[in-house]
């Protein structure tokens, strides 16, 4: 399978402890994005980067969430001390980025199966 | 800031009959518009998508023209399967704000009745 995948796809915790989800993006695919997702709403972005440069960061992005991608392939999504609000599904997508010289058509991204996680 | 708002579920249809799910959006600049579906244990999927005014896309059947002049992209498709039963999202990328990130609406939730 040559998609997009998420490493776990579901996670129960307890309020307070820390967790981490992995991202395995297409690999020719050099931005890679993170969206949340809770119950009856659309995924709202969250960070994404191009290569392992982390160009854009949303106000959801807590001090308690960090991102990382060393290499610019993979990449993971830490959040500390878990509080109840956090349980929703964490998606990953990954796309090319645009053509130099600006964008003609954004180009697609591709969503992976999200990690659903449960803050108990 | 850029916004979606699209067509509140759940909607309930006979197999069959034609479907028209309302999205309207709010954006500075040439957004591009988007509809994503959500299969039930899927993962999102890009359904059909319009870069410029008057554009239509299309896909499964399913069509939407983006339509400047009174900010809409509604999804539509003649005659609705089993199949199609899942959660549309309507979405935005681009114009005056980032051009990477995409801003989705809330969701319709489509079941169709055999």
């Known amino acids: 399978d040559t998609g997009v995948s998420q490493d776990p796809r579901h996670k129960i915790t307890k309020r307070g402890q820390n967790v981490t989800f992995r991202c395995d993006p297409i690999?020719?695919?050099?931005?890679l994005y993170w969206y949340r997702q809770t119950l009856g709403q659309g995924p709202e972005f969250l960070t994404y980067?191009?290569?392992?440069?982390?160009?854009?960061k949303s106000r959801l992005l807590s001090d308690r969430f960090s991102a990382e991608r060393p290499k610019g392939s993979f990449s993971t999504l830490e959040i500390q001390r878990t509080e109840q609000g956090d349980s929703a599904m964490y998606l990953c997508?990954?796309?090319?980025?645009?053509?130099?010289?600006?964008?003609?058509?954004?180009?697609?991204?591709?969503f992976g199966p999200g990690t659903r996680l449960t803050v108990l | 800031g850029n916004s979606v708002t699209q067509m509140e579920g759940p909607v309930t249809l006979s197999e069959e009959a034609f479907l028209t799910i309302n999205c309207t959006y709010t954006?500075?600049?040439?957004?591009?518009l988007f509809w994503y579906v959500q299969y039930p244990g899927e993962g999102l999927q890009l359904l059909l998508k319009?870069?410029?005014?008057?554009d239509k896309g299309s896909n499964k059947g399913f069509e939407a023209t983006y339509r400047k002049e009174t900010t809409s992209f509604h999804l539509e498709k003649g005659s609705v399967q089993v199949s199609d039963s899942a959660v549309y999202f309507c979405?935005?990328?681009?114009?005056?704000?980032?051009?990477?990130?995409?801003?989705f609406g809330s969701g319709t939730r489509l079941s169709i009745r055999p």
């Open positions: 997508a990954s796309s090319l980025a645009e053509l130099a010289g600006g964008p003609t058509a954004p180009n697609e991204q591709f």
């Open positions: 690999s020719e695919h050099n931005r």
């Open positions: 980067f191009q290569n392992e440069a982390q160009l854009e």
């Open positions: 954006a500075t600049g040439y957004p591009s």
């Open positions: 319009a870069t410029k005014a008057d």
């Open positions: 979405a935005l990328r681009g114009g005056y704000s980032s051009a990477s990130k995409i801003i």
